[in-house]
Every structure is written in structure tokens, then in C-alpha cells.
């Protein structure tokens, strides 16, 4: 990755690549003050799309992913279980920006495309930003709580 921050080539270390992935996902959220709830329809779209590759190319080699891979990861701290009618579905889905979603979005499938970042190392990255969501998401109390800002920590 050069000074001016263009994206990363394929040529470009690994670590390079998923650092500029890491920074430009952490830079979105904190300057958009993307919420919970947003965060988590987007990393999960991506989850689910790369393992479903994933599970695919495994299968056709006869070979089976690692549980790091294919499973969330534990969160930390005590986890209460709301009552689903607590959080009307309709209702929050009428209240998501689905243009902010699909920024995030295109910046997550952009990198990974265009840098080429292997997938594993992709949904690496993002099991990571799961478990950081879901940490949040757990403590959520009300259908407001999952319009917050996804919070991160100065140094992820």
C-alpha cells in the first residue's frame, strides 16, 4: 500500500492487504457512526458468502474446514438472552440505511476483490469484527440499542 492509500495490488503483502482492509472498515464505521445493527447484516452477508466458497472448493477436495473458520467465535461477558418480540423485525429493517449498508458493503467486496485477499484469510478478518459485534449486539436491551454506533477499540 503506497503513502496515498490506493488499494493494495495483488503483488502487495498479504499483511498488507488485510491491514488496508482492516483500516478502511474501521475508518467507515467510526466516521458514519455505522450502527450495530448495520455492521452485523454486512459482516454476516460477507461471512456467509465466503464460506459458502469456501465449503464449496473443501467439498470438491475432500477436505474439511477448520472450526475457526466455519463457526462465530465466543464473546466474552455476561450474554442475556431478550425476548424476540422485544425487537420487532419490520421495524428495525424500516429503520436501516441501506445506502450506508451498501457503502459498506462495496468497500468490503471491493478490497477483497481487488486485492485478491485470499478468502480465509478474509473471513478470518471478519470473525474477528463478529465477535466485536456480537459482544455489542448481546447487550442490547432495546430496538434502539442496536441503532448505536458500533463501538471500536482505538487499536482494532
Same mark, same amino acid.
Given at each position: ?18 491491514? @488496508? ?82 457503502? @459498506? ?13 485470499? @478468502? ?35 487499536? @482494532?
Amino acid at each position: 500500500m503506497d503513502s496515498e492509500g490506493e488499494m493494495p495490488s495483488p503483488a502487495d503483502s498479504l499483511e498488507e492487504k488485510l491491514l @488496508f482492509l482492516q483500516e478502511n472498515l474501521s475508518n467507515f464505521v467510526k466516521q458514519y457512526n455505522l450502527p450495530i445493527i448495520e455492521s452485523a447484516l454486512v459482516v454476516s452477508k460477507y461471512i456467509n458468502i465466503l464460506l459458502y466458497e469456501l465449503k464449496k472448493k473443501a467439498s470438491l477436495e475432500m477436505e474439511n474446514l477448520p472450526l475457526e473458520i466455519t463457526d462465530s467465535w465466543p464473546i466474552t461477558g455476561e450474554i442475556k438472552t431478550p425476548k424476540i418480540e422485544d425487537f420487532p423485525l419490520d421495524k428495525l429493517i424500516q429503520n436501516i440505511d441501506q445506502d450506508r449498508m451498501d457503502i @459498506f458493503d462495496t468497500i468490503i467486496r471491493t478490497i477483497i476483490n481487488g486485492s485478491e485477499i485470499p @478468502f480465509v484469510n478474509a473471513i478470518m478478518l471478519l470473525r474477528d469484527w463478529e465477535r466485536v459485534i456480537r459482544t455489542q449486539l448481546v447487550k442490547s436491551t432495546s430496538p434502539g440499542h442496536l441503532f448505536s454506533p458500533l463501538e471500536l477499540d482505538d487499536n @482494532f
